[in-house]
């Protein structure tokens, strides 16, 4: 399989991008199985199996129309946060995936069959980009002109009626989003500019390791 194609997109996108279609590819293939994978508490803290934390997020089911959506939509605005938003940032967008991650492990606790929240990683994406481009115009298969903020529910409306019953996962991925975007964007305002968030030093370490890959 060719993975050529990923190098053109910013390092933090092309990384799980590159995690993403191959955890995925190993799976379609037969050569992993996703239950080694998905998010489990117990096998958290009772087999001490930390990297479930993490690895959930790579995968999106079964292979099938769901998940070229998902890919697509995660690397289009994924790479459109990271060229533009978080442009000479890629620590703090590194540490924005890390915050996702830790708000849709949290928010599972309410959903106890999500086990795989790829689907709401790449929601929350698409929303953040929505927030921060709200007025951007987008056209939809050539057919539909929409605003970037209605975004996230003209694709759940579209994933609707392809048949596909992921809006539990795309609603944590909303709820991940919004969160995010109020601690960074909105209580820094309310506050005369204290942040909540700030990207701790080991990330940026890690940017550096990653942007040569």
Same mark, same amino acid.
């Given at each position: 399989?060719?993975?050529?194609?990923?190098?053109?997109?910013?390092?933090?996108?092309? =990384?799980? &991008?590159?995690?993403?279609?191959? !955890?995925?590819?190993?799976?379609?293939?037969?050569?992993?199985?996703?239950?080694?994978?998905?998010?489990? %508490?117990?096998?958290? #803290?009772?087999?001490?199996?930390?990297?479930?934390?993490?690895?959930? !997020?790579?995968?999106?089911?079964?292979?099938?129309?769901?998940?070229?959506?998902?890919? #697509?939509?995660?690397?289009?605005?994924?790479? !459109?946060?990271?060229?533009?938003?978080?442009?000479?940032?890629?620590?703090?967008?590194?540490?924005?995936?890390?915050?996702?991650?830790?708000?849709?492990? %949290? =928010?599972?606790? #309410?959903?106890?069959? !999500?086990? %795989?929240?790829?689907?709401?990683?790449?929601?929350?994406?698409?929303?953040?980009?929505?927030?921060?481009?709200?007025?951007?115009?987008?056209?939809?298969?050539?057919?539909?002109?929409?605003?970037?903020?209605?975004?996230?529910?003209? &694709?759940?409306?579209?994933?609707?009626? &392809?048949?596909?019953?992921?809006?539990?996962?795309?609603?944590?991925?909303?709820?991940?989003?919004?969160?995010?975007?109020?601690?960074?964007?909105?209580?820094?305002?309310?506050?005369?500019?204290?942040?909540?968030?700030?990207?701790?030093?080991? #990330?940026?370490?890690?940017?550096?390791?990653?942007?040569?890959?």
């Amino acid at each position: 399989m060719d993975f050529s194609f990923l190098k053109s997109f910013p390092p933090v996108t092309r =990384l799980y &991008l590159s995690i993403s279609v191959f !955890a995925n590819f190993l799976v379609f293939i037969n050569l992993m199985d996703p239950m080694q994978i998905f998010l489990n %508490f117990q096998l958290v #803290f009772f087999n001490f199996d930390i990297w479930r934390l993490f690895s959930h !997020a790579f995968f999106f089911g079964p292979t099938g129309v769901k998940t070229f959506f998902y890919i #697509f939509f995660f690397s289009r605005y994924s790479n !459109a946060l990271e060229s533009l938003s978080f442009q000479g940032r890629g620590a703090d967008y590194l540490y924005l995936l890390f915050t996702g991650n830790s708000i849709l492990v %949290f =928010l599972k606790l #309410f959903v106890s069959d !999500a086990n %795989f929240l790829g689907p709401s990683l790449t929601f929350m994406i698409v929303y953040i980009w929505g927030k921060k481009n709200s007025q951007n115009q987008i056209n939809l298969l050539n057919m539909f002109h929409i605003k970037g903020s209605s975004l996230p529910l003209a &694709l759940m409306i579209a994933s609707w009626f &392809l048949g596909q019953k992921t809006l539990k996962y795309d609603l944590m991925g909303i709820m991940a989003g919004h969160i995010y975007y109020y601690l960074e964007d909105i209580y820094p305002r309310l506050t005369g500019g204290q942040k909540l968030l700030n990207t701790p030093s080991k #990330f940026k370490e890690f940017l550096i390791k990653i942007e040569n890959i």
